[in-house]
């Protein structure tokens, strides 16, 4: 036999098991020693109860043999793309059919897999710093080259930094495939739609797909940035949209999102979206019954109601962690429209030293901004989905060690 080589050019631990092994190292030397985990972007707030509600009714329907289901049907029940259609596009102004949504166990798989229905010899494009699975999906498809100088030879990346805001600059030479992601992960920062617009331009007119990843659409408190790329006027010939309940309703131990393939996106003719309702009919068996129950509950007035209060719980975390570290003198960004805080490292400090100082001194969790790509260096994350009492608990301890 042979395997896929292409797994031996990347590191051997993804970025968040990487970091999970070194807290648990540190917490069984020092189990005294309690750690507040403000690292991967993981809620903490329990399921609004009108999902558990929702949950529970569909137990007993599987319990009884006249409501009992086998398979789901493969792309979703219609009841919840209806629910999707309405909620998430309509009420925005945006016609998406039922046969353009294709739900999922999460935006990450459907972000990893959309590369099954793509050539491996196109010219991936992301912004650095990046949600790591982005690139080490292409990677293990073969699409990036080698790595050399921090970087994957065959990937095109565009950095965002404080000097263009960390909003990317549209590519100086012919990508194929462009990752967008916002309000994004890590730097927390929002695109407008005039912005945005300027991408669905460069896509139609250079033939390249946009991949948008709008899983933290919920924190968005600006009226001029978009929820959804298909708000934008041209998008739906040039961009696939994933979406994800994880942020937005606490699904991210439920695990369900869904993606959006419009029909008028094609390729010499031939529509994604069939190509993509080939790929998951063959490789996936579609959410289960309760999982799709629950979601479906998040778009009943009182799950709409619940789930804006948690939101606005974690939204107001992050206000705590945004105010907190400027104060101390910190530079801080993101939070506004994003549950993620992107601040600079105090005294030129590389992230992964400031990673290392927060835990082994004061116990706390974040993300070095260099996992995420090498413009990351010299930045780290912290996320606002933690207990208010420990992003609270958080910022004193920072606060306390860096504040002379
Ligand atoms: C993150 O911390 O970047 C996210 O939680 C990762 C994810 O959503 O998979």
């Given at each position: 036999m042979k395997i896929n080589d292409n797994f031996l050019k990347i590191q051997s631990s993804y970025l968040f098991s990487n970091i999970a092994k070194k807290v648990n190292a540190y917490t069984a030397a020092n189990p005294d020693k309690p750690i507040i985990r403000l690292g991967i972007g993981d809620v903490t707030r329990p399921l609004a109860p009108a999902c558990i509600d929702a949950m529970h009714k569909a137990v007993d329907e599987m319990a009884d043999e006249k409501t009992f289901m086998g398979y789901p049907p493969e792309y979703g029940h219609k009841w919840i793309l209806e629910a999707i259609a309405e909620n998430d596009y309509r009420q925005r102004g945006v016609e998406i059919d039922e046969s353009e949504i294709f739900l999922s166990d999460g935006a990450k798989s459907d972000c990893g897999n959309i590369g099954d229905i793509l050539s491996v010899d196109n010219k991936v494009a992301v912004c650095d710093p990046v949600y790591p699975v982005y690139v080490d999906t292409n990677v293990m498809a073969g699409r990036s080259g080698d790595f050399v100088n921090g970087g994957w030879s065959n990937i095109y990346y565009m950095p965002c930094t404080a000097e263009n805001n960390f909003l990317p600059c549209l590519p100086t030479e012919k990508v194929d495939i462009i990752y967008l992601c916002f309000p994004n992960n890590p730097t927390g920062m929002a695109i407008t739609k005039t912005e945005l617009k300027k991408w669905v331009d460069y896509a139609n007119e250079n033939g390249s797909l946009i991949l948008f990843?709008?899983?933290?659409?919920?924190?968005?408190?600006?009226?001029?940035?978009?929820?959804?790329?298909?708000?934008?006027?041209?998008?739906k010939t040039c961009a696939i949209e994933f979406r994800s309940f994880s942020k937005t309703a606490g699904f991210t131990g439920v695990r369900c999102g869904y993606t959006v393939v419009p029909h008028d996106l094609k390729c010499d003719g031939v529509e994604l979206n069939s190509l993509w309702a080939r790929r998951q009919a063959t490789k996936f068996n579609g959410v289960s019954y309760i999982t799709q129950r629950a979601a479906a509950a998040c778009y009943s007035e009182e799950g709409k109601k619940q789930i804006r209060e948690i939101i606005a719980y974690y939204q107001n975390n992050a206000k705590v962690i945004y105010n907190g570290l400027k104060e101390c003198g910190f530079t801080v960004y993101g939070a506004k429209n994003s549950p993620y805080v992107w601040l600079k490292t105090p005294d030129n400090m590389g992230s992964w030293e400031f990673f290392d100082t927060l835990l082994n001194e004061i116990q706390v969790v974040g993300t070095p901004g260099e996992g995420f790509g090498p413009s990351g260096e010299g930045y780290f994350r912290l996320t606002a989905f933690g207990s208010y009492e420990n992003t609270v608990k958080a910022v004193e301890r920072i606060k306390n060690y860096f504040v002379k």
């Amino acid at each position: 036999m042979k395997i896929n080589d292409n797994f031996l050019k990347i590191q051997s631990s993804y970025l968040f098991s990487n970091i999970a092994k070194k807290v648990n190292a540190y917490t069984a030397a020092n189990p005294d020693k309690p750690i507040i985990r403000l690292g991967i972007g993981d809620v903490t707030r329990p399921l609004a109860p009108a999902c558990i509600d929702a949950m529970h009714k569909a137990v007993d329907e599987m319990a009884d043999e006249k409501t009992f289901m086998g398979y789901p049907p493969e792309y979703g029940h219609k009841w919840i793309l209806e629910a999707i259609a309405e909620n998430d596009y309509r009420q925005r102004g945006v016609e998406i059919d039922e046969s353009e949504i294709f739900l999922s166990d999460g935006a990450k798989s459907d972000c990893g897999n959309i590369g099954d229905i793509l050539s491996v010899d196109n010219k991936v494009a992301v912004c650095d710093p990046v949600y790591p699975v982005y690139v080490d999906t292409n990677v293990m498809a073969g699409r990036s080259g080698d790595f050399v100088n921090g970087g994957w030879s065959n990937i095109y990346y565009m950095p965002c930094t404080a000097e263009n805001n960390f909003l990317p600059c549209l590519p100086t030479e012919k990508v194929d495939i462009i990752y967008l992601c916002f309000p994004n992960n890590p730097t927390g920062m929002a695109i407008t739609k005039t912005e945005l617009k300027k991408w669905v331009d460069y896509a139609n007119e250079n033939g390249s797909l946009i991949l948008f990843d709008s899983a933290y659409e919920a924190f968005i408190t600006e009226d001029d940035v978009p929820h959804s790329i298909f708000e934008i006027e041209g998008a739906k010939t040039c961009a696939i949209e994933f979406r994800s309940f994880s942020k937005t309703a606490g699904f991210t131990g439920v695990r369900c999102g869904y993606t959006v393939v419009p029909h008028d996106l094609k390729c010499d003719g031939v529509e994604l979206n069939s190509l993509w309702a080939r790929r998951q009919a063959t490789k996936f068996n579609g959410v289960s019954y309760i999982t799709q129950r629950a979601a479906a509950a998040c778009y009943s007035e009182e799950g709409k109601k619940q789930i804006r209060e948690i939101i606005a719980y974690y939204q107001n975390n992050a206000k705590v962690i945004y105010n907190g570290l400027k104060e101390c003198g910190f530079t801080v960004y993101g939070a506004k429209n994003s549950p993620y805080v992107w601040l600079k490292t105090p005294d030129n400090m590389g992230s992964w030293e400031f990673f290392d100082t927060l835990l082994n001194e004061i116990q706390v969790v974040g993300t070095p901004g260099e996992g995420f790509g090498p413009s990351g260096e010299g930045y780290f994350r912290l996320t606002a989905f933690g207990s208010y009492e420990n992003t609270v608990k958080a910022v004193e301890r920072i606060k306390n060690y860096f504040v002379k």
